[in-house]
């Protein structure tokens, strides 16, 4: 490139879309893309195989097309022999060598990528603009003009916005059907037959790019938690595309009634996993919503399946972006319940006597994927009881999980599963005893475990049950005070004195020795 550098257009891991607002007025003469794998944003958090694997291998791929499209991009890769490690460190580097009159990007999803960006566009001198994410329904701004003025902040009452403002669902005025959700009818479990046959989800052999990727991680990050046997998401746009429609066709269907429940060794039942896709940009949320309202307008999917799995995306995914970026970065210490607990080492390595927990972190280890209730229900509730620092858990998430960013995850973990954020998110702390996981997996997790979901004390407890009454006992007031937490917090009547100490002994017990 001989003519100057005019714009040097940064694209982060998780934006690999060509129609990204940072490319709006691209010129191949003058300007250039910079990309940059480097080994802070895989030790940060120490981050499972899967995850790294996954970033790495889109990211090639994504820079291959941008070529294919006639664009110079500027790569760095983690196993160059002068990569700096760091993306502010790398680039400096870039900086000094390609001497851009300015840089541009699209708002990234993390606030610490942010910042560091920022600094380094300081330190230089050099212009940066920050170009809107146009992959959302909502940006930032539209969220705190929804949020200003409100006591609470709900899910429910933004999801209606939604719907409304964009005719999703909607029957004139009306949400179709009559209702704006279908939760009663979604919230079914497994009987003692279990789940059937559940078609296969897509997925994708390693092709000669992933393959290589996955040969660096091992070498580079072989002592980091996971496995890449079994890898096989999709790293291209072609594949996600393929996977959004195997899964609208085969499992958008009973994908409804059956997103709460639970069953060994069945990591994808009806679960779309096409989170990852979409948070890499392989996917845009408006092609994944347009495809599920179609399959119901055209009688492929029930109106419950459909809209349960719309609310995710246009609901859900949205909010907790929003949430992210109204109250960052002071909502990453939020610590509403004190906890302080450290995580249980056997998180990392799924080595742990409850067999829902070992089911759950197994998968997650193996695939770097499980599905909400195992997330919300399972992993996050052990947490929350055993009382686990919530930062703590929150790294993690970010570090195991293939679909994990900042501006998804953070609220998500903090503020849903740990209730850690003082009520801003959920109404309610997400607590169960084992009875919920022993209902929700139609017994069958239950009957391989050596614990009792219906015993608090004695060695056979459940220690979901003996953390459940314990986290009851140890706020007793502060749930009563909560009009949806205040029944749960009735039981304890008739609890004598000797019990409450037994169980307070026995959940000490539990975080003293971190056993699961």
């Known amino acids: 490139m001989n003519a100057p550098l005019r714009h040097l257009v940064l694209v982060l891991g998780d934006q690999l879309d060509p129609d990204a607002a940072a490319f709006d007025g691209f010129d191949p003469a003058r300007d250039a893309v910079w990309m940059a794998e480097v080994a802070e944003e895989s030790t940060h958090v120490w981050s499972a195989k899967p995850r790294i694997a996954l970033f790495l291998s889109a990211m090639r791929h994504f820079a291959d097309a941008l070529r294919a499209r006639g664009r110079t991009v500027r790569y760095t890769r983690l196993?160059?022999?002068?990569?700096?490690?760091?993306?502010?460190?790398?680039l400096e580097a870039a900086l000094e060598r390609l001497?851009?009159?300015?840089?541009?990007?699209?708002?990234?999803?993390?606030?610490?990528?942010?910042?560091?960006?920022?600094?380094?566009a300081r330190r230089r001198n050099l212009p940066l603009e920050e170009r809107a994410d146009r992959h959302f329904f909502v940006t930032p701004a539209d969220f705190a003009a929804h949020a200003k003025g409100r006591r609470q902040l709900r899910l429910e009452f933004f999801y209606r916005e939604q719907r409304r403002r964009l005719g999703v669902l909607m029957e004139g005025e009306r949400p179709a059907g009559g209702a704006w959700?279908?939760?009663?009818?979604?919230?079914?479990?497994?009987?003692?037959?279990g789940p059937g046959e559940v078609p296969a989800p897509a997925r994708f052999p390693p092709d000669a790019i992933t393959r290589e990727t996955l040969a660096l991680v091992e070498r580079r990050f072989g002592a980091h938690p996971g496995r890449l046997a079994a890898f096989a998401w999709p790293v291209t746009r072609a594949q996600a595309l393929i996977a959004l429609d195997r899964f609208i066709a085969e499992r958008l269907p009973s994908f409804g009634r059956w997103q709460d429940a639970l069953w060994p060794n069945q990591p994808w039942l009806w679960h779309s996993q096409l989170s990852a896709a979409l948070n890499l940009k392989l996917l845009d949320p408006r092609e994944v919503v347009a495809a599920a309202e179609r399959a119901w307008r055209e009688g492929r999917a029930p109106l419950a399946s459909a809209e349960g799995f719309i609310r995710q995306i246009l609901g859900w995914r949205e909010y907790v972006r929003g949430i992210y970026w109204r109250f960052m970065p002071g909502y990453l210490d939020r610590n509403a319940w004190g906890a302080t607990a450290a995580l249980p080492r056997w998180y990392w390595t799924g080595e742990t006597d409850c067999a829902c927990l070992a089911d759950a972190i197994g998968q997650t280890l193996e695939h770097g994927y499980a599905h909400h209730i195992q997330r919300l229900m399972v992993t996050g509730l052990f947490a929350l009881l055993l009382g686990v620092q919530p930062r703590a858990v929150h790294e993690w998430y970010l570090a195991v999980y293939v679909d994990a960013v900042e501006w998804v995850e953070l609220p998500n973990t903090l503020g849903m599963s740990q209730a850690a954020d003082g009520g801003l998110m959920a109404s309610k702390p997400y607590i169960a005893s084992g009875k919920y996981i022993e209902r929700m997996s139609g017994g069958a997790l239950c009957a391989r475990c050596r614990f009792r979901p219906g015993e608090r004390l004695g060695p056979r407890a459940c220690p979901f049950t003996t953390l459940y009454w314990d986290f009851l006992l140890r706020h007793e007031a502060r749930l009563a005070a909560n009009p949806r937490a205040a029944l749960q917090t009735r039981n304890l009547a008739r609890l004598s004195p000797e019990e409450r100490r037994a169980i307070a002994r026995a959940a000490e017990a539990l975080r003293r020795t971190g056993t699961g």
Do not use: H, I, K
């Open 79 to 90: 196993d160059d022999p002068d990569n700096r490690g760091a993306l502010a460190a790398e």
């Open 99 to 120: 001497r851009p009159q300015a840089l541009v990007m699209t708002e990234p999803g993390d606030w610490r990528v942010r910042e560091s960006l920022r600094a380094v």
């Open 181 to 193: 959700n279908y939760d009663a009818e979604n919230r079914a479990a497994f009987g003692r037959e």
